[in-house]
């Protein structure tokens, strides 16, 4: 099972990025999807998450700004982020609790981080 993370890059203050992150493999089923980021000098935290039955959790200090959904046909996750702040410059990670065919249990999987930069 891979995790690809993309859709990164530089954004002026209180512009948009869509990230997306694709998970591959034989893959039964998907439960919890989530995307962590994680500033230079800082802990990684939780961004937002969405659940196998669709409920969404986020950190406080999105304050909606940023939406996450999930396309089960694609074992997809997206976080659409909108006015973007400077320090929301971070390498974001996705995350996801993957059920393989061969698998008796889920597990976490990482995607590999995309570099977010917010900056005039």
């Known amino acids: 099972v891979q995790l690809q993370a993309s859709g990164g890059g530089l954004v002026h203050p209180g512009g948009s990025l869509r990230l997306s992150c694709a998970a591959s493999g034989r893959i039964f089923s998907i439960g919890f999807m989530g995307w962590y980021r994680q500033a230079p000098g800082k802990r990684r935290e939780l961004v937002a998450a969405v659940f196998s039955g669709a409920n969404t959790n986020y950190g406080d200090f999105v304050k909606g700004r940023f939406t996450i959904s999930r396309d089960n046909a694609k074992n997809t996750l997206y976080l659409q982020m909108n006015s973007l702040k400077p320090e929301d410059t971070a390498v974001y990670y996705c995350?996801?609790?993957?059920?393989?065919?061969?698998?008796?249990?889920?597990?976490?999987?990482w995607g590999q981080g995309t570099l977010v930069t917010v900056s005039s």
């Open positions: 995350n996801a609790d993957i059920k393989t065919y061969s698998a008796y249990e889920f597990r976490g999987y």
